[in-house]
């Protein structure tokens, strides 16, 4: 066994970190994200996504849970209140259980929200068969390409 050395904390300034588009493979609208840590010790990694009204994320699972911080607009989270799921309002905070199913996250407004993604996400197709699994290092290897540093 290889000896494991201790991990250092992090800092990100955030508003010096320029945006980056989110794959449209994963989102339609124009949805921005700014990758601020990823942590192999308990395979989360967290992000911070800019999305414009109309934008929304492709249908995915969250493999692990996620909590997330809605720091600006409103986001419709399985469906939103009409549907049985949840409508956030800045400032608003919720998580999201192991293996939560979201056919479609929209965002009716300009929103930003905050995440902390403890495990992928793994994006399906409607019959649930799986089209990317998205987990820390993914996050980690496309921050790297997009932002010159791969
Ligand atoms: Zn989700």
Not at 62 to 76: A, N
Not at 107 to 126: A, K, N, R, V, W
């Amino acid at each position: 066994m290889d000896i494991k050395t201790k991990l250092r904390g992090d800092y990100v300034q955030v508003d010096a970190v320029a945006w980056q588009p989110f794959p449209e493979a994963f989102s339609t609208g124009g949805i921005k994200w700014k990758l601020l840590h990823v942590s192999p010790e308990v395979g989360g990694w967290t992000a911070i996504f800019a999305c414009p009204a109309d934008s929304s994320f492709a249908r995915h699972i969250h493999v692990g849970p996620g909590e997330y911080l809605l720091t600006k607009g409103k986001m419709e989270v399985r469906g939103g209140d009409q549907e049985g799921g949840s409508t956030a309002s800045a400032l608003g905070y919720g998580y999201e259980a192991c293996n939560a199913r979201h056919d479609q996250t929209s965002f009716p407004e300009d929103s930003e929200f905050y995440m902390t993604f403890l495990g992928p996400l793994q994006f399906i197709d409607e019959a649930g068969e799986t089209l990317a699994v998205v987990g820390w290092e993914q996050a980690q290897v496309l921050w790297a390409q997009q932002t010159g540093q791969g």
